[in-house]
């Protein structure tokens, strides 16, 4: 099996103080799942948040960490919380397990371990990952442009927040708006102001191609492309590249005033979070300067000349 196929059957963190048990569930799971593995509490916080496990195998009685305490400050990370922790300690007692499962755990195993149980309980917890996943996939798309929905954009927003936050990096934010779309809508009817909404939506994902990247309907003819890790300049060029896109895609659009095909307006925000700014802020600087960007004559965008700390003025 290639780590391709074992990336795609599940990564499993495995967090424990001794190498030897580390060496044993490696053994165990290795031929089915990519294994990642911390002798501590800092690194397997580190890894969850930076490699996003499947699963969580984790010790616990460390010496520099409770196991308990890790469980719950990783599930009460919006960047972690999803990810599903199996205690397997050499904790026995009714106590013990219910502690475990108090704290948050999807299951215990007891050590000594045995193969055969860790490889089932681990394909029982990514089937139940797997399954909620997909639920939560359906509700948190766009039904009609299949790019995220505005609740996946909020919840998004707040981790990427926190992240860079932690990392000192910036945000960045493009508001998107298609100029003149309802009067595209009565030209051209509704069926095909559908097809072209699904049509922009193709355009910004190839625009804006990172993986971190996310493309959002925002409301109606309003998209948000949020940019984790980038500066104005960055976002910049993820705009003119989605104004090349719309050239490139000529859209008849004659009812317009600005051009004869689609064309679109953006504001771009930059901030590097801080204590004394919030995602809200980053949204109201980028709302403010789409609206420029629509005074000025359609068919720009506007953005903030850097990335501060808190929100520009305009």
Not at 25 to 50: C, I, K, S
Not at 165 to 177: F, W
Not at 293 to 300: C, E, I, L, S, V
Request: aromatic content about 4%; some cysteine.
């Amino acid at each position: 099996m290639s780590w391709t196929d074992m990336a795609i059957n599940g990564r499993i963190l495995v967090v424990d103080d001794a190498m030897e048990n580390i060496q044993i569930l490696h053994a165990a799971l290795q031929d089915e799942h990519e294994v990642l593995f911390a002798l501590d509490g800092a690194r397997a916080l580190d890894l969850a948040r930076t490699q996003h496990p499947d699963l969580i195998l984790l010790d616990a009685v460390m010496p520099d960490a409770d196991g308990y305490v890790l469980c719950r400050e990783l599930l009460a990370a919006p960047e972690t919380a999803d990810i599903p922790i199996v205690f397997v300690t050499a904790l026995s007692s009714p106590e013990d397990e219910t502690r475990a499962l108090e704290a948050g755990a999807a299951d215990f195993i007891s050590k000594p371990v045995n193969a055969a149980v860790v490889r089932a309980r681990v394909r029982t917890q990514l089937t139940v990952k797997r399954q909620r996943d997909a639920l939560r996939a359906l509700i948190l798309v766009d039904a009609l442009t299949g790019v995220a929905n505005r609740r996946a954009f909020d919840e998004r927003l707040d981790a990427e927040w926190r992240r860079c936050s932690r990392s000192g990096l910036p945000v960045a934010l493009m508001l998107v708006d298609i100029d003149h779309f309802k009067l595209y809508n009565d030209h051209y009817g509704h069926p095909g102001g559908d097809a072209t909404l699904v049509q922009v939506a193709g355009a910004m994902r190839r625009a804006a191609g990172r993986s971190q990247d996310m493309v959002a309907r925002y409301g109606g003819e309003e998209f948000a492309i949020l940019l984790p890790q980038l500066d104005a300049h960055g976002a910049s060029g993820v705009a003119r590249r989605l104004m090349a896109e719309l050239d490139h895609m000529a859209i008849p659009h004659a009812a317009s005033p600005t051009a004869p095909h689609l064309t679109a307006s953006m504001g771009i925000a930059c901030m590097v979070p801080g204590e004394h700014s919030f995602p809200a802020d980053l949204i109201q600087v980028a709302d403010a300067l789409l609206y420029q960007a629509k005074a000025g004559g359609r068919n720009r965008y506007r953005a903030t000349a850097g990335c501060s700390a808190g929100p520009d003025p305009l």
